[in-house]
């Protein structure tokens, strides 16, 4: 797969692609990674990307002129989906990562100031908001749709970081885990973990996974699929809480 990631920062983004799951994802040749500082299509004397809003109004503009200069230096651009981070859009999550994974080529375009020209919204396919909060850059939304795409690309997490039983596969939020020591700081570690009984274990995980959906993300649980085993312990937990 190949990434490219339009910033007027290249910096801020050095230390974690070349870092973790990424460097290795790079040196396996899974991910070809780009990154392009639009700064360098500037076409006035002082290097400046920015200008005022039309209609007045504090902070600055992002010229669209520098961004797609940038953009259509990128072999093939054309054909790869392009997206731009903006808290003016849907907000991203699993289900987005999953289908950005199976794309041949992605572009991310970072905003900053007060974000880019509108008419750049022409030249991308969707923007993508990482949430209901505001950043002072794209650089932090592009790396957090970079990390969450590599991560599911084949041959980038070996077996045992499998992505399978994850947060959100399912609509599910993940069970509690613990390692060494057994007994922490005198909080010993459920007993049917260290029980051997894998029919248990797998019973305890549901129910606990079923558990913190319902105590933090109700939203989720009306979209997961549900067997019957599920349903009769959302009833009790229903019941606990009246
Ligand atoms: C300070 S923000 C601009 C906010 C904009 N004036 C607004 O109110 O919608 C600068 C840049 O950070 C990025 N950004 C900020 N919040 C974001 C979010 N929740 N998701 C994705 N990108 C975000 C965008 O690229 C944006 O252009």
Redesign the pocket.
Known sequence: MRIDILTIFPEMFEGTINSSISKRAINKQIIDVHIHDFRDFTLNNNNRVDDYSYGGGA?MI?QAQPVLDCLRSIPNWEKAYKI??????KT?NQKKAIKLSKIEHLII????????DERIMNFVDEG???????????E??ALVIYDSVIRLLPGVLGNSESTIEESFENNLLEFPQYTRPEVFEGMSVPEVLISGNHENIRKWRRQKSLERTYKYRKDLLRKAKLNEEDKKILIELKKEQK
Request: charged share 5%.
């Open positions: 902070g992002i731009i981070t903006t808290p003016v859009a991203y375009i970072c905003g900053h100031y007060e974000g880019i993508i908001s990482i949430g209901d909060y505001i950043l002072t850059g794209g932090y939304a």
